[in-house]
């Protein structure tokens, strides 16, 4: 089974950046679309962004398209979500998964979660 680890995550101010990475341990990603969700509180978990297994295509919510880019290094077995114009309603704890559909935007059809990062913006 393979183990996500999520990282990238901290305190910005608006307008601010951040990268977050989706790492793969004990098992590869490689062959596998990843997504990227976030978690407010109090709120169901979100969608943010998706990419496919190769990298050339991704996929993104309304409310990111244009600020967030998702990408892949195959050779790192990564994942990333390179952040920029943050707004204080990105704050929330970010999840990657990996699925087998592609393009999936539902949390249910992903399996193996990571911990998350907490991301945090302020106005």
């Known amino acids: 089974q393979v183990q996500l680890v999520e990282s990238g995550g901290g305190l910005v101010q608006a307008g601010g950046s951040l990268r977050l990475s989706c790492a793969a341990s004990?098992?590869?990603?490689?062959?596998?679309?990843v997504g990227w969700f976030r978690q407010a509180s109090g709120k169901e978990r979100q969608f943010v962004a998706t990419i496919n297994w190769s990298g050339a295509t991704a996929y993104y919510s309304d409310s990111v398209q244009g600020r967030f880019t998702i990408s892949r290094d195959s050779a790192k077995d990564t994942v990333y979500l390179q952040m920029t114009d943050l707004k204080p309603e990105d704050t929330a704890v970010y999840y990657c998964g990996i699925t087998s559909t592609y393009p999936a935007t539902t949390p249910h059809k992903y399996v193996d979660w990571g911990q998350g990062t907490q991301v945090t913006v302020s106005s």
């Open positions: 004990g098992g590869s990603i490689i062959a596998y679309p």
